[in-house]
Every structure is written in structure tokens, then in C-alpha cells.
């Protein structure tokens, strides 16, 4: 059963130099590394289901950006928390899930 999360994350520090491509990929990296289970696009080369909003300038720190994932089965809000906590940078800091 798929399910759709909202994370709230901080991108602080160094990592405020990190383009909106970049973080988009950084959270794809960081995701598949989790192991959680995700849900990919249809077609000739899938994706995972990801949107950053909203997408910020290069160069500023922001507490309220939103990474919305669909995911292909159910996950709780701390294993989420907990497993990309591991496999994110410093500077990138998750705030909540919803």
C-alpha cells in the first residue's frame, strides 16, 4: 500500500551551497541507502517519487524546506527519522515527519 510522507528538514552551513539539483540527488542517495521501501516512477528510466519544496537560493540557510516522498509500503515516521539521520551530511537536519 503506498504512502505519501512529508519531512521536514534544515539546510544549514556548508550545505547551503548545495544547488536544489543537488539536494534532490543527495536525498535520492541518502534514501536508497536507508533501505526504506520506495516507490519509483513507470517508464524507461524510474525514478524515485521525490519533490523538494520549496526551492531556495543558492547560497541560503532555510528551517522549512519539505521533502515529499511516496513510499511503496508502510514505514513509521521514526524509522524514517532514524535511518536517514545515518545517511544524511551534516548539515542537512530532519525536523519532522508528517
Known amino acids: 500500500m ?4 512529508t519531512i521536514i528538514f534544515a539546510k ?8 536544489h539539483l543537488d539536494t534532490l540527488r543527495l536525498f535520492q542517495r541518502a534514501l536508497r541507502r536507508a533501505d526504506l521501501p520506495l516507490s519509483f516512477s513507470q517508464g524507461y528510466s524510474p525514478h524515485i517519487k521525490l519533490k ?6 543558492l ?5 522549512d524546506l519539505k ?13 524514517i527519522i532514524k535511518r536517514l539521520k ?8 530532519i525536523l519532522e515527519v508528517k
Do not use: H
Open 67 to 79: 521533502a515529499v516522498i511516496r513510499f511503496g509500503g508502510i514505514v513509521s515516521d521514526t524509522q
Open 2 to 5: 503506498p504512502q505519501e510522507k
Open 52 to 57: 523538494i519544496i520549496p526551492a531556495i537560493k
Open 86 to 93: 545515518d545517511n544524511l551530511p551534516k548539515g542537512i537536519d
Open 12 to 19: 544549514k552551513g556548508l550545505m547551503r551551497f548545495i544547488s
Open 59 to 63: 547560497g541560503l540557510e532555510s528551517d
